[in-house]
């Protein structure tokens, strides 16, 4: 059964940090690109970063760039979003995803909220 279970959302002032974790089983996780996508209320859902397999390739939203680091580390089958400088637009549901030619999962989802 596969299983992308995303952890670390909360609240957090704006200038502040996050680290997001999301832990897959049930399927080759070091053969999936991940990413971590996020969706606002009323908003379409957005991708926010990227990493390929093997770690040596990421891709980041303009917006996010230099704030947001993706990592993963396939021994332990998770997948990181460090964010920091966190601003009120950031909030959202984070979601993490996995992606190999045409298959995809989704996770659940964590809630991330920055306000004072």
Known sequence: QVQLVESGGGLVQPGGSLRLSCAASGFTFSSYAMSW??????KERELVA???????????????????????????????????????????????????????????GTQVTVSS
């Open 37 to 42: 996508y996020r969706q606002a209320p009323g």
């Open 50 to 108: 990227r990493i390929f397999s093997s770690g040596a390739i990421t891709n980041y939203a303009d917006s996010m760039k230099g704030r947001f680091t993706i990592s993963r580390d396939n021994a332990k089958n998770t997948v990181y979003l460090q964010m920091n400088s966190l601003k009120p637009e950031d909030t959202a549901v984070y979601y993490c995803n996995a992606k190999r030619y045409w298959t995809e999962y989704w996770g659940q």
